[in-house]
């Protein structure tokens, strides 16, 4: 049984930052290879990042070079730094296990990017 938290949403305007946070518990976590998604209103849930066990990441066009993805393993945490926010990132974000996400999702962290 795996639990997925996530934390560190908010309200931010444009052009601002914010860091987010997942803590994962039962699994062995440093074994898998980690995204994090993100749904908007009225979107399906897409992939924005992704980092696997070895540390090489990969992300949607829409956040390259302004989203940073990282992990650390001793912790079981897996964090999302994100910069230059623009409105069209507002979404409901998540964590979960890539290329196939548990069954069990987190309550998502709300990012809400408005002036």
């Known amino acids: 049984q795996v639990h997925l938290v996530e934390s560190g949403g908010g309200l931010v305007q444009p052009g601002g930052s914010l860091r987010l946070s997942c803590a994962a518990s039962?699994?062995?976590?440093?074994?898998?290879?980690m995204g994090w998604y993100r749904q908007a209103p009225g979107k399906q849930r897409e992939l924005v990042a992704r980092?696997?066990?070895?540390?090489?990441?990969s992300y949607a066009d829409s956040v390259k070079g302004r989203f940073t993805i990282s992990r650390d393993n001793t912790k079981n945490t897996v964090h999302l730094q994100m910069n230059s926010l623009k409105p069209e990132d507002t979404a409901v974000y998540y964590c979960?296990?890539?290329?196939?996400?548990?069954?069990?999702w987190g309550q998502g962290t709300r990012v809400t990017v408005s002036s």
């Open positions: 980092i696997i066990r070895g540390g090489i990441t």
């Open positions: 979960n296990k890539v290329p196939f996400p548990y069954e069990s």
């Open positions: 039962g699994s062995i976590f440093s074994l898998n290879d």
